[in-house]
């Protein structure tokens, strides 16, 4: 099923060059965003892609909303990557231009007023030690967070889907490995590989195809035969297409939990 968001939202907009203001006839300064109600400043970098981006925008809100119980809001800084250059950066294995670009959005977001900073993605987390390295402020992590959730509900093996990278690779799994839960993956190429293309291909675009969903489920299915008790959605997209109504075995949203390591950091928690 299709989910659209149509909403209007008010962003502050980061932009590569300084903001600034007239100060006086002789003078400028930075004039970074201003704390609210004792708030931490938190940055989102998004992009990648706007559909979950928008998914932490609007979880962030709706529960800080809840806490205060009225319509403030949380003080939000969101700098917007170029999705489609990502991805020519990812074919190329340029990853060290991802770094590039994320520790850029950083410092922006930074420069602008950010305490810290969250990436609204799983992948980009393939270059997180070389962006924190870059940076003076902390960046929450998104398996750091995931593994406290599984935890919380005491469970020792789960299955992870994810981007190819991530799958393949170690830089969430391990993460998460280390604190003390077992970890599967996909082992088979051909399923790697389709779960990354309906990812990229239809995902990414907000497409939701009811055969993709159901390739999904049965690959979850099958894990669970294979004695997965939960599996984490590695991909902020997938949470999309995937939801606890379509499973009996819990389900870890990785951008609903992210989002709310974020709201802790805004609340002081």
Not at 169 to 185: A, M, P, Q, S
Request: aromatic share 8%.
């Amino acid at each position: 099923m299709k989910r659209y968001f149509y909403f209007s939202i008010a962003l502050v907009l980061v932009c590569c060059n300084d903001a600034k203001v007239e100060n006086n006839k002789n003078s400028q300064s930075e004039i970074p965003i201003k704390n609210n109600l004792g708030m931490n400043v938190l940055g989102l970098i998004g992009g990648t892609s706007w559909h979950s981006t928008i998914e932490y925008y609007r979880a962030i809100n709706e529960t800080v909303n809840t806490h205060y119980g009225n319509n403030t809001n949380p003080p939000l800084l969101v700098y917007t990557l170029n999705q489609a250059e990502v991805h020519r950066f990812q074919v190329e294995n340029k990853w060290d231009s991802i770094a590039h670009m994320l520790v850029n959005a950083g410092l922006n977001l930074n420069k602008a007023g950010a305490e810290s900073v969250l990436f609204c993605a799983n992948t980009p987390h393939k270059v997180y030690d070389a962006v924190q390295e870059k940076l003076d402020i902390p960046v929450i992590h998104i398996a750091d967070a995931t593994a406290s959730a599984i935890h919380k509900q005491e469970l020792k093996k789960v299955l992870f889907l994810g981007t190819k990278y991530s799958m393949k690779e170690n830089f969430i799994t391990k993460r998460i490995e280390d604190n003390g839960i077992d970890v599967l993956v996909p082992q088979e190429q051909e399923v790697i590989d389709e779960l990354h293309r309906i990812i990229i291909e239809e995902l990414t675009y907000g497409n939701i195809v009811e055969s993709s969903k159901a390739y999904v489920l049965k690959v979850i299915q099958n894990s669970v035969k294979e004695g997965a008790e939960g599996v984490v959605l590695g991909c902020t997209e997938f949470p999309l297409m995937i939801f606890q109504d379509d499973l009996e075995t819990p389900i870890f949203d990785t951008t609903k939990i992210h989002s709310m390591a974020g709201v802790d950091f805004i609340l002081k928690k």
